[in-house]
C-alpha cells in the first residue's frame, strides 16, 4: 500500500522569508502524480501544485515550487516571500496513475510571524 | 463554477445517535468521493462513486456508515450508530478526471 510521511507537524517562518515543508512517500508503482493540498481554516482542500512523476522539471507556481527526487521518494514543497495568507494546514498527496484515489500525509500546520 | 456544496457545515450528536451529511458535486463530474479526516490527520477515503456505481468502499466501516448517490448527482453518506470515535470532518470531493474540488466539509463532534 501506498503510504505519505510528514515529519514536520509545525513549522513557523517570518514574513517574506522562505519555508520548505518535506514529504517522503512510499510507492512500487512508476506512474504517478503527487499533489500538495493548502487546509485554511475553513476545511475546504485546495490545490497548491501538481507534479507528474514522469515529468524531471520541478513544478512552480508563482511563489510555489517543489523539489522532486524521485528516487528518494521525496517531495517538498517550498514556499518563497511568505505571506500572512499562506498560513494554513498542508497537506501531501500521492495519486496511483490510472486511479483516482488521494492518500494524505499527516499535515504539516505553517504559522506565519509578522 | 458553483463549487462542490456540503451540508451541514457542523453536527453534534451523542453517541449511538444516527446522522446524515449531504454533499452536491460539481455539475458534469461522474467521480464523488467521501473523506474522513479525523483532527490532526490527513483525509482518508470511506467511499469512491463513479456516477451511481461504487468503485471502492474498502475502508468504509460498513457496519455503521452508509452511502449512497442516487441518479449519479448528489450524495448522502448515513451513520448508525454513531461511536465517539466518528468525531471528524467529512469532506465531499469531485472531479472529471485529475483535478479535485473539494466542498468545505462537515464537522461533526459524537458526544
Known amino acids: 500500500a501506498q503510504t505519505v510521511t510528514q515529519s514536520q507537524p509545525e513549522m513557523s517562518v517570518q514574513e517574506a522569508e522562505t519555508v520548505t515543508l518535506s514529504c517522503t512517500y512510499d510507492t512500487s508503482e512508476s506512474d504517478y502524480y503527487l499533489f500538495w493540498y493548502k487546509q485554511p481554516p475553513s476545511r475546504q482542500m485546495i490545490l497548491v501544485i501538481r507534479?507528474?512523476?514522469?515529468?524531471?522539471q520541478n513544478a512552480t507556481e508563482n511563489r510555489f515550487s517543489v523539489n522532486f527526487q524521485k528516487a528518494a521518494k521525496s517531495f517538498s514543497l517550498k514556499i518563497s516571500d511568505s505571506q500572512l495568507g499562506d498560513a494554513a494546514m498542508y497537506f501531501c498527496a500521492y495519486r496511483r496513475g490510472g486511479a483516482q484515489k488521494l492518500v494524505f500525509g499527516q499535515g504539516t500546520r505553517l504559522t506565519i510571524n509578522p | 463554477e458553483a463549487g462542490v456544496a456540503q451540508s451541514p457545515r457542523y453536527k453534534i450528536i451523542e453517541k449511538r445517535q444516527s446522522v446524515a451529511f449531504w454533499c452536491n458535486p460539481i455539475?458534469?463530474?461522474?467521480?464523488l468521493y467521501w473523506y474522513q479526516q479525523i483532527l490532526g490527520q490527513g483525509p482518508k477515503l470511506l467511499i469512491q462513486f463513479q456516477n451511481n456505481g461504487v468503485v471502492d468502499d474498502s475502508q468504509l466501516p460498513k457496519d455503521r456508515f452508509s452511502a449512497e448517490r442516487l441518479k449519479g448527482v448528489d450524495s448522502t453518506l448515513k451513520i448508525q450508530p454513531a461511536k465517539l470515535e466518528d468525531s471528524a470532518v467529512y469532506l465531499c470531493?469531485?472531479?472529471?478526471?485529475?483535478?479535485?474540488?473539494f466542498g468545505s466539509g462537515t464537522r461533526l463532534t459524537v458526544v
Open positions: 470531493a469531485s472531479t472529471p478526471q485529475l483535478g479535485y474540488t
Open positions: 455539475s458534469g463530474h461522474a467521480t
Open positions: 507534479q507528474e512523476a514522469y515529468k524531471q
